[in-house]
């Protein structure tokens, strides 16, 4: 392992205070649409609602505290096959400790980790097992954050994979976990299987499962997996049609208007936090909420990030839709109250050896239940140790 080789340069967040005060104007004059009366949540994001949220990023929301919160650790630029690529990499004290890729998804960032950073890489000084402790690496998947600009058209879920591969190989890990959610887990997984001699154990969670087709494989679902189904047919795909079939046409929009941005990523949150009915900061602190908003925002990422949705919908990869090749690298799957996980499509087409299934959380658990998360990935890799 090391951090001195030419190609991987020291990087540090330092937003220029122009950007920041262009923000400020931009949501002060920010032009509201009309709302129609009693609607609540029902057709999209209420107006009082955000002009409350956006009135605190303007006014009470300090992004050098949480540009400096993401400075502590050590961050690096890499360039591989052709794209930037932007990473923390946080070493454990403990010599012996397991490297580990963690990987987001979308509307996230490398931001969703900051709170199993320190459980994971030293649970020797946060009530855990020095035998538990990982190297952590934390990439800006391609697209997203201060990995840009994209290489170009092409960069999916198979080409990110090889991407993250090369940069665990460049850092000199010859054996590496791998943790994702949302893309982060489909990637994750794709990862695993390209990397199979040097990735020991891939662990997902918020696994999106699909049916294949196959006659009879709607028979003898369990209850919980039946509503799952149901859950995952009724799902509001607003945001997926948009991001899968016109990414750039719907970025001019986000990108010149930070309330906009705001609604686009907060209405996720929304969604996909447990409990249903509650606030998105009901679940998740509204500041770490506001960075990963204020990091689309900053770096201009509101296409770029959205592009992989056309690269593995509407640019010919197919196989996102197609079961029937299982992988073979061990699995873990955490599936928290809110995930749509269906178990025997996910034995189908992973090598399961460890499932959890949670009574509460939702989509983004290194956020909202950081400690379930961290026991669970320290549970399963200890399993292959």
């Known amino acids: 392992m090391t951090n001195s080789q030419p190609d991987l340069r020291p990087f540090r967040i330092d937003i220029p205070q122009s950007q920041l005060d262009d923000l400020k104007t931009r949501l002060a004059n920010t032009r509201w649409p009309d709302e129609l009366p009693g609607v609540g949540w029902s057709r999209g994001v209420p107006a009082g609602y955000l002009r409350d949220l956006a009135d605190h990023w303007r006014t009470g929301y300090d992004w050098r505290a949480q540009e400096a919160a993401l400075n502590r650790y050590p961050q690096y630029l890499t360039t591989i096959?052709?794209?930037n690529l932007h990473f923390l990499h946080v070493s454990s004290p403990?010599?012996?400790?397991?490297?580990?890729?963690?990987?987001?998804g979308w509307p996230g960032g490398v931001v969703d980790f900051l709170d199993v950073i320190g459980p994971l890489s030293d649970p020797r000084n946060?009530?855990?097992?020095?035998?538990?402790?990982?190297h952590l690496v934390i990439p800006s998947l391609p697209g997203f954050g201060f990995s840009t600009p994209l290489a170009g058209p092409g960069?999916?879920?198979?080409?990110?994979?090889?991407?993250?591969?090369?940069?665990?190989?460049r850092l000199g890990y010859e054996r590496y976990g791998v943790q994702g959610y949302d893309w982060g887990a489909w990637i994750g997984s794709k990862l695993g299987e390209q990397d199979q001699e040097r990735a020991i154990g891939v662990h997902l969670t918020a696994l999106v499962t699909l049916p294949s087709g196959a006659d009879g494989e709607m028979d003898g679902l369990s209850a919980a997996d039946q509503r799952r189904w149901q859950r995952m047919q009724n799902v509001n795909d607003a945001y997926l049609g948009c991001n899968s079939k016109r990414p750039q046409t719907v970025?001019?929009?986000?990108?010149?208007?930070?309330?906009?941005q705001l609604a686009w990523i907060v209405e996720i949150f929304k969604e996909h936090t447990h409990p249903d009915e509650g606030l998105p900061e009901d679940s998740i602190d509204r500041d770490r909420i506001l960075t990963d908003v204020s990091i689309y925002w900053l770096t201009g990422t509101a296409a770029s990030a959205a592009q992989i949705y056309y690269e593995e919908f509407s640019a010919?990869?197919?196989?996102?839709?197609?079961?029937?090749?299982?992988g073979t690298v061990p699995t873990g799957v955490l599936v928290s109250a809110h995930d749509v996980t269906i178990r025997p499509w996910a034995e189908r087409d992973h090598h399961i050896v460890h499932w959890t299934e949670l009574g509460t959380g939702g989509h983004f658990l290194a956020m909202e239940a950081p400690e379930v998360l961290t026991d669970d990935v320290r549970t399963f890799f200890r399993k292959l140790r």
């Open 316 to 326: 010919g990869s197919a196989d996102l839709w197609t079961a029937g090749r299982r």
């Open 126 to 134: 946060h009530g855990g097992d020095p035998a538990d402790a990982f």
């Open 94 to 104: 403990e010599p012996d400790a397991t490297p580990l890729i963690l990987l987001h």
């Open 251 to 260: 970025g001019y929009a986000l990108t010149d208007s930070p309330a906009g």
């Open 155 to 169: 960069m999916n879920a198979d080409r990110m994979a090889g991407v993250l591969a090369a940069l665990m190989g």
């Open 81 to 83: 096959d052709g794209q």
